[in-house]
């Protein structure tokens, strides 16, 4: 503070601090769904006595079309919580809404106040009576019509002294007439928040969503690559299980210089399709699509019949290239370079990516390599895309993600975009301030009950949870999880369930997953043997012993029960049992208990602890139907016991609902 200058206006006495919600003093956005109610509280307050006047406002960003739109306001309400003030509001459109917090002294409030103390103790008021009227010239200047000739008329009679006195205090005392100068206060010592506050506002799908991955390409006849016609085929599948995105690895063309073989290998044999993710050949980069999936007429046809089964399908978009990409001609600025002048390949020490260059962000033309890949999703968008998997984010600079996100959903604010990041908390967490929709998780590798419970914690309980959605995968092409590995049906219905009703959008990679693939190339690895990524599969998708039907029964469960399309609503229960997992979610009266057995192997049961009010308080038992093996049971109070048997299920998920009324509850009982 420069001790020499005074403030600009010094007058100001109002303090607001600890606005919630707010990330890092408001440097990035809070996340929310179009109709979700955002709750903005901060502590207010100033020196003396004075009552305050405190408002939340709020309105759409400012755009092109609309470079200062007015701000909405709404009235700040105190709180339990000493100088904690409250407001909400609800964005009618989706895009980026911005909100802030001004206060002031409630002049004739305050006036208003002390006058009927005053009144009270019985002590002279004539003068104060002046003053009330001075505060009304003042609110009639600023205000206009009926209230401005309103204020100038109660003025003028509270200074008329031929008016009897109590006459006049009844007249200053009116409520009416304390409402109307709260509308029209004296702005000119108002103190506004310094830090204007954003939030984005996506589309339901933010929220909820449930993702299915394929690779086109393995659902050829007779062993040949699959089309996009192929894959059109396989939607109604899709679909029939109750998945709404369809996520395909990349489409584009497949370099063929340094192509990796099966299972990973170096060197490819005839005939090898190669990985996906190495982009780029002479048939183009990342707006091409691969020949032997089709064209993008063919990719267009595809995209309309997805939609017409209610899926929208989302493209990878992997910001990296093979040798034969275009670009590396065109572009040779845009590749890091070795000590010898050859392009680097990307890596992760020991990990060597033989087939792909990274692009280099910090080359001198990174202003043209920035426009060019927001370039990419601009042309997908052009063709009705709306979701993005982005692979690997986290090894891009951030500031490029902000600015591209940004971008892109200021002209369309409905794309959604998953961040592929499996790497340190700080940055992912970073990735999605910075605008990610929703994010991958450390779930894959959360097993034991109290990782469970602590990880839940701290994606629905902290401060993550306001910029943070998190999207569970059992598997993915590059992760078998260890404790899939053993092939027991059990362990992948425990963790279809745990991701489908922990997480209100969650997906799998498929048909791997419903048909249980579980083998590792060698012990101790955690990925696939013969993996799709690097060659073409054949599934049977027939198989009596595959997992479809009940994937397709929790997927229909998510769709019937609004409590599951939420995280914020969680709640976990206790259980004697470290090996029983129980929780819960409720939404309006749509309540479900969900109780998993942790265990593949053995049967187990624990006492589950419920705390439901309205239905463990009530004092009667209540009813709760297994949506999974339609059994139905009554509980009684809070305490109930729950055994599960992996062989026939390994978890229940309750919907719960009162019994029937009693006698006692009719009328004609008394």
């Known amino acids: 503070m420069d001790l020499d200058k005074l403030p600009e206006e010094g007058r100001r006495r109002v303090q607001i601090e600890r606005v919630r919600p707010e990330i890092d003093g408001g440097r990035f956005p809070i996340k929310r769904i179009l109709g979700d109610r955002i709750d903005v509280s901060a502590l207010v307050y100033a020196d003396g006595h004075d009552l305050l006047a405190c408002s939340l406002l709020y309105r759409p960003a400012p755009s092109i079309g609309d470079p200062d739109p007015p701000w909405l306001s709404a009235k700040l309400e105190a709180t339990a919580e000493p100088d904690r003030f409250i407001a909400s509001f609800s964005p009618d459109t989706i895009g980026l809404w911005q909100y802030t917090i001004e206060a002031l002294i409630d002049r004739f409030g305050t006036f208003r106040r002390d006058l009927k103390k005053r009144v009270e103790a019985a002590q002279d008021v004539s003068v104060d009576i002046l003053d009330g009227a001075t505060l009304l010239e003042q609110a009639a200047k600023d205000a206009t019509g009926d209230d401005a000739r309103s204020f100038a008329a109660v003025a003028a009679r509270l200074r008329d002294d031929t008016i009897p006195l109590t006459e006049r205090i009844t007249l200053a005392l009116d409520s009416g007439l304390c409402v109307a100068a709260a509308r029209h206060p004296d702005r000119r010592l108002a103190t506004r928040y310094p830090g204007i506050l954003e939030v984005v506002v996506d589309p339901e799908k933010a929220r909820f969503s449930t993702w299915y991955e394929l690779f086109p390409r393995s659902f050829g006849p007779e062993g040949r690559h699959g089309t996009f016609a192929d894959a059109e085929a396989r939607l109604p599948y899709v679909a029939e299980m109750g998945f709404d995105v369809l996520y395909l690895p990349p489409i584009h063309p497949i370099g063929q210089t340094n192509r990796k073989g099966k299972n990973n290998t170096l060197v490819a ?201 998190p999207n569970f995968w059992p598997n993915t092409p590059d992760i078998l999880p260890e404790h899939l590995q053993n092939g027991e049906p059990a362990a992948f219905l425990i963790r279809l369930v745990l991701a489908a009703t922990l997480s209100s959008s969650y997906g799998m990679y498929g048909p791997a997953f419903e048909l249980m ?115 139905r049971y009554t509980f009684r109070g809070k305490r109930n016991w729950v055994e599960l048997d992996p062989r026939t299920s390994p978890a229940c998920v309750f919907h719960a609902r009162r019994l029937a009324r009693r006698e006692t509850d009719y009328e004609y009982f008394l």
């Not at 590792?520 to 054949?538: Q, V």
């Open 269 to 469: 044999q005839r005939g090898d399709v190669g990985s996906p993710w190495a982009i780029g050949a002479p048939e183009g980069g990342h707006t091409a699509v691969h020949p032997s999936l089709g064209t993008l007429d063919d990719f267009d046809r595809f995209f309309q019949a997805a939609a017409r089964l209610g899926i929208d399908v989302a493209l990878d978009i992997a910001l990296q290239a093979s040798p034969d990409h275009p670009w590396v001609q065109e572009h040779p600025g845009w590749f890091p370079r070795r000590a010898d002048g050859t392009a680097r390949h990307a890596e992760n020490p020991p990990k060597k990516y033989q087939d792909i260059h990274p692009f280099d962000f910090e080359a001198e033309e990174w202003p043209e390599l920035w426009r060019s890949l927001e370039g990419i999703f601009r042309f997908w968008i052009a063709r009705g895309v709306r979701f993005f998997r982005v692979d690997n984010p986290h090894t891009k600079p951030l500031p490029f993600w902000e600015w591209v996100i940004r971008s892109i959903k200021r002209d369309h604010p409905e794309v959604i975009f998953l961040s592929e990041a499996f790497t340190r908390p700080a940055l992912m967490h970073g990735l999605a301030k910075r605008g990610f929709t929703q994010s991958y998780t450390y779930f894959t590798w959360r097993v034991s009950k109290d990782e469970i419970t602590s990880y839940m914690h701290d994606l629905t309980k902290t401060e993550v949870a306001e910029f943070y959605r």
């Open 517 to 631: 693939e579980h083998n590792p190339p060698r012990e101790g690895a955690e990925e696939y043997a013969n993996s799709e990524k690097y060659e073409l599969r054949r599934w049977d998708l027939r198989r009596p012993d595959s997992l479809r039907p009940m994937i397709t029964r929790i997927n229909r469960i998510r769709m019937e029960h609004p409590a599951l399309a939420r995280n914020d609503n969680l709640q976990f229960f206790q259980t004697d049992s470290d090996l029983i997992l129980a929780y819960g979610k409720t939404h309006g009266d749509d309540t479900l208990i969900v109780v998993v057995n942790l265990d593949p192997y053995h049967q187990h049961g624990a006492w589950v602890e419920l705390d439901l009010p309205g239905l463990t308080d009530a004092g009667r038992g209540f009813e709760v139907h297994d949506l999974l093996s339609s059994a």
